[in-house]
């Protein structure tokens, strides 16, 4: 696949049956596609656990789109935090923010309470 710009994004949440679930999305010439979902209760979340989950991801998607992935975001909790920071020293060349939309949400909640 000739690919202009390719992104991957992880984020996660709880089901209805509060079951721990990871959607993965992929931006690829600026559509986004949703990859897959992920039942995540039972992994592993420490920085080392996440840091397999997320480059196993990244083998799985350039293996099915054959292209290279070259950016990750992830959420910015203490286990995603750790996860991004090993994978960045086992792949330099990927570009590995942290999701800041949670971090804006959370200060806005943070302030919404206070009043």
């Excluded at 990859?35 to 293996?63: H, M, N, P, Y």
């Excluded at 750790?82 to 960045?88: A, C, F, T």
Aim: aromatic share 10%; charged share 20%; net charge negative.
């Amino acid at each position: 696949m000739s690919v202009t710009y390719y992104f991957n994004r992880e984020d996660g949440w709880r089901s209805i049956t509060k079951e721990s679930v990871n959607a993965v999305c992929v931006t690829v010439d600026y559509l986004v596609y949703t990859v897959e979902l992920v039942e995540a209760t039972a992994l592993d979340k420490t920085g080392e656990g996440f840091c397999q989950q997320f480059s196993e991801t990244i083998d799985r998607i350039e293996t099915r789109f054959n292209c290279s992935v070259t950016f990750l975001v992830t959420d910015a909790d203490g286990g995603s935090n750790k996860g991004r920071k090993l994978l960045g020293k086992q792949r330099p060349y990927l570009v590995l923010p942290s999701c800041w939309g949670h971090q804006v949400s959370s200060a806005i909640i943070v302030i919404l309470l206070v009043d």
